[in-house]
C-alpha cells in the first residue's frame, strides 16, 4: 500500500538553529513529493514540490528539500529557523492526480526564543 | 485573486443528523477534492471532482457524497452524522487533475458532533 511516514511527531528547535523535518515514502514507483505547512486555524500552504530533475527544491520561505530515491526519502530543511515558522508540517506524495495525494501524520515544530 | 473559500466555517450538529457543507475553488479551477483531517487518522483523502464528475473516491462509507456544480463549487454531504465524523473538513482546489497541478486549500471547516 502507498504510503507517507514522517517519523518524527514533534520537533523542537531554537530560533536560529537549523531545521530538518523527516518524510520517507513507501510507493510503486517514485511518485511526486509535496511539503506543505498548515497553522492552526488555517488549511494547507504548500511549501515546495518535487515531480523530477534536481534532487535538491527550494521552496518558498527558505524551506528546501533534498529528494533521495535511494533512502526513499524527501526531507525538508531550513538553514536558520523564525519563530514565525512554528506550525504543523505535512509531507505528501500522489502518482495519480494531483487531488488524491497521501499524506504523513505530520511534524508539529515549536520554536523555542 | 480570492482564494479557496469554504462555509460554514464552524458548525455543530448531534448524532443522526446530516450536514452540507460548501467549497468555493479559485476562479478558473475545475478541479476540487476534499479531505478529512482528524488527531487520530491525520488526513484522509474523501473524493475529488474535476468538470463535474467524480474522478476519485477515498475509503469512506456512503454516507459521506459529494457533487460539483457547473461553476466548480462543489458540496459535501454526510448523512446520519457519528461521533467519529468530527473533523476539519478541508476542501482544495487546482487548475486541473494534472499532478503536477498545485493545490491550493481552503480553512477548512470545522465540524462537531455531538
Known amino acids: 500500500a502507498q504510503s507517507v511516514t514522517q517519523p518524527d511527531i514533534h520537533i523542537t528547535v531554537s530560533e536560529g538553529a537549523s531545521l530538518e523535518l523527516r518524510c520517507n515514502y513507501s510507493y510503486g514507483a517514485t511518485p511526486y513529493l509535496f511539503w506543505y505547512v498548515q497553522s492552526p486555524g488555517q488549511g494547507l500552504q504548500l511549501l515546495l514540490k518535487y515531480f523530477s530533475g534536481d534532487t535538491l527544491v527550494q521552496g518558498i520561505k527558505g524551506f528546501e528539500a533534498e529528494f533521495k530515491r535511494s533512502q526513499s526519502s524527501f526531507n525538508l530543511r531550513k538553514p536558520s529557523v523564525h519563530w514565525s515558522d512554528a506550525a504543523e508540517y505535512f509531507c505528501a506524495a500522489t502518482n495519480t492526480n494531483a487531488g488524491k495525494s497521501t499524506f504523513g501524520d505530520g511534524t508539529t515544530l515549536t520554536v523555542k526564543p | 485573486k480570492a482564494g479557496v473559500t469554504q462555509t460554514p466555517r464552524y458548525l455543530i450538529k448531534t448524532r443522526g443528523q446530516q450536514v452540507t457543507l460548501s467549497c468555493s475553488p479559485i476562479s478558473g479551477h475545475r478541479s476540487v477534492s476534499w479531505y478529512q483531517q482528524t488527531p487520530g487518522q491525520g488526513l484522509q483523502f474523501l473524493f475529488e471532482y474535476f468538470s463535474e464528475t467524480q474522478r476519485n473516491k477515498g475509503n469512506f462509507p456512503g454516507r459521506f457524497s459529494g457533487r460539483q456544480f457547473s461553476n466548480s463549487r462543489s458540496e459535501m454531504n454526510v448523512s446520519t452524522l457519528e461521533l467519529g465524523d468530527s473533523a476539519l473538513y478541508l476542501c482544495?482546489?487546482?487548475?486541473?487533475?494534472?499532478?503536477?497541478?498545485?493545490?491550493?486549500f481552503g480553512p477548512g471547516t470545522r465540524l462537531t458532533v455531538l
Open positions: 482544495a482546489s487546482s487548475s486541473t487533475p494534472t499532478s503536477t497541478d498545485t493545490q491550493y
